[in-house]
């Protein structure tokens, strides 16, 4: 935005992911199928963006309260021989379930595939600076891919539901509050598919 003041580390973040996105290729329909043939061990995420308490502090303790179920779901998925995880890249639960998927990755299973399906290259136009420092951390490793150059509303639903037709199960943060969001409209679809849910089992601060 014109005549936006951002500091040093922000511009610094900023030019970060801008160098690894131009990097990330877009998703070939080779690719697609392959994730489509090998749906039988991975298992999707969605859920809301804003994670928020009613002051800082109780937004803090829902995070970390929500980083450790993840944790958690992550580790028992892996133990029922999950092997493929799929994520949106979005801000909020997105990318803190793909911070779990990459603990374990690190901590006990190397083998583990984190796999971004990212709507389009402007997913990150006006996040603040720890969403974005989040989102580069993640970017640098997993294996990820665009549907598409442009960013719009078209490529966040076909992204949604091609993350549940390479999946057999999914783990969601969804308030039923929230039924016309992103989340809703994924949860409603892998209904629909017959996909099963795994749902955050607490909060109702999602958005």
């Not at 190397?110 to 402007?122: D, K, V």
């Not at 990150?124 to 490793?141: I, M, P």
């Amino acid at each position: 935005m014109a005549g936006t003041k951002y500091s040093e580390s922000y511009r610094m973040i900023m030019e970060a992911v801008r160098k690894k996105t131009a990097e990330i290729p877009l998703l070939n329909t080779e690719t697609e199928d392959m994730l489509k043939r090998e749906k039988h061990q991975a298992c999707f995420f969605t859920g809301h963006r804003d994670i928020v308490g009613v002051d800082a502090e109780d937004t803090e303790r829902l995070q970390e309260t929500m980083r450790g179920w993840l944790d958690r779901q992550v580790e028992s998925m892996v133990y029922q021989g999950f092997s493929t995880f799929l994520c949106g890249g979005a801000r909020g639960f997105d990318l803190l379930a793909a911070a779990s998927v990459l603990h374990a990755k690190q901590t006990y299973h190397p083998t583990l595939r984190l796999i971004l399906l990212l709507p389009g290259r402007e997913q990150t136009r006006g996040w603040n600076e720890r969403d974005l420092a989040l989102h580069l951390a993640v970017l640098q490793r997993a294996e990820a891919y665009y549907l598409q150059q442009d960013y719009d509303r078209s490529c966040m639903h076909r992204r949604n539901r091609l993350l549940v037709d390479c999946a057999i199960t999914g783990v969601a943060y969804y308030d039923e509050k929230k039924e016309r969001s992103g989340t809703g409209m994924t949860v409603r679809y892998a209904a629909g598919c017959g996909v099963p849910m795994v749902f955050l089992p607490f909060g109702e601060s999602g958005t």
